[in-house]
Nanobody, 123 residues
Framework: QVQLVESGGGLVQAGGSLRLSCAAS????????MGWFRQAPGKEREFVAA????????YYADSVKGRFTISRDNAKNAVYLQMNSLKPEDTAVYYC????????????????WGQGTQVTVSS
């Protein structure tokens, strides 16, 4: 069992940066791939980024590639999402998830989900 708690969301102007954190409980955190997903108002939840259990492989949605960076610290049971050059279209609730993550973009491959953190980017 893994419990996930996101933090770091907030209101930022376009072009700004935010760093999201996801704290995980449970001794088995390092076994899981971790993903970030987001859901904008009126839209379906979508894949943003993922990282394998060891941190050696990362994956990104085309819409965030080059602007967002996912990382993890297994010693701290945490995963991060550094978001730079934010755009109004990045406004959404951001969720972290843990699971097999294969394939990394498929939501049903993730067994555990956090409650989400709101990111709002003003123009």
């Amino acid at each position: 069992q893994v419990q996930l708690v996101e933090s770091g969301g907030g209101l930022v102007q376009a072009g700004g940066s935010l760093r999201l954190s996801c704290a995980a409980s449970g001794r088995t955190f390092s076994r899981y791939a971790m993903g970030w997903f987001r859901q904008a108002p009126g839209k379906e939840r979508e894949f943003v980024a993922a990282i394998n259990w060891s941190g050696t492989n990362t994956y990104y949605a085309d819409s965030v590639k080059g602007r967002f960076t996912i990382s993890r610290d297994n010693a701290k049971n945490a995963v991060y999402l550094q978001m730079n050059s934010l755009k109004p279209e990045d406004t959404a609730v951001y969720y972290c998830a843990a699971g097999d993550g294969s394939p990394y973009y498929r939501q049903r491959e993730y067994d555990y989900w956090g409650q989400g953190t709101q990111v709002t980017v003003s123009s």
